[in-house]
């Protein structure tokens, strides 16, 4: 990892600390957690806008504008508005999609859930990927925060990965492990 990479993640979990820990103290948590994932929407759906925040010839006015103006329309809480706008005036706003990440998993650890991901080779409605999650919580005896991914290059199956536990029942797996005894025979 490049000292710069790392400065950038050390940043990033001290920023998304401190947002917790105003939030917290405010005893607003649910809300800013709640637009936060909005606002990651909003980002991840919008080329134009991750573009403009991590834009350096945009001018510091210009993203305030911009990310006030965005906050009113949806409403966001103050303590996120004015977090938002510290975060340009300190020249911090390229950080903010890894700053609003740690972020919600900081307020998932609080709240004491454990961190998995699924990836399936084919598309699960919400039911389905809830009775995963379900099921993944009464093994592990913990609430789950489960990421759901849809990646068809797995040819069949899935992959479960909690913590250091991983499950890979995936046609695509099967068919790497068979080549590597192959090779190895």
Do not use: W
Request: hydrophobic residues 40%; positive net charge; charged residues 30%.
């Amino acid at each position: 990892m490049s000292k710069n990479n790392k400065f950038s993640e050390t940043s990033a979990s001290r920023y998304s600390l401190a947002l917790y820990e105003l939030a917290e103290e405010s005893k607003i948590i649910t809300d800013v957690e709640k637009q936060v994932f909005l606002l990651n929407e909003i980002i991840s759906s919008s080329l134009e806008f991750k573009s403009f925040l991590k834009n350096p010839t945009s001018s510091q006015q210009d993203q305030i504008n911009v990310l006030s103006k965005i906050s009113d329309h949806y409403g966001f809480n103050i303590l996120l508005k004015n977090f938002l706008c510290f975060l340009v005036e300190k020249k911090r706003l390229f950080f903010l999609t890894n700053i609003l990440k740690n972020f919600v998993d900081i307020c998932s650890k609080k709240r004491g859930e454990i961190k998995a991901k699924l990836i399936a080779a084919k598309q699960l409605d919400k039911n389905q990927v809830d009775k995963i999650k379900e099921e993944l919580s009464k093994d592990f005896s913990n609430k789950i925060k489960l990421d759901y991914e849809y990646d068809p290059t797995l040819i069949g199956g899935l992959i479960i990965q909690v913590g250091s536990v991983m499950i890979d029942t995936s046609i695509k797996g099967k068919l790497k492990d068979l080549e590597i005894k192959m090779i190895g025979a």
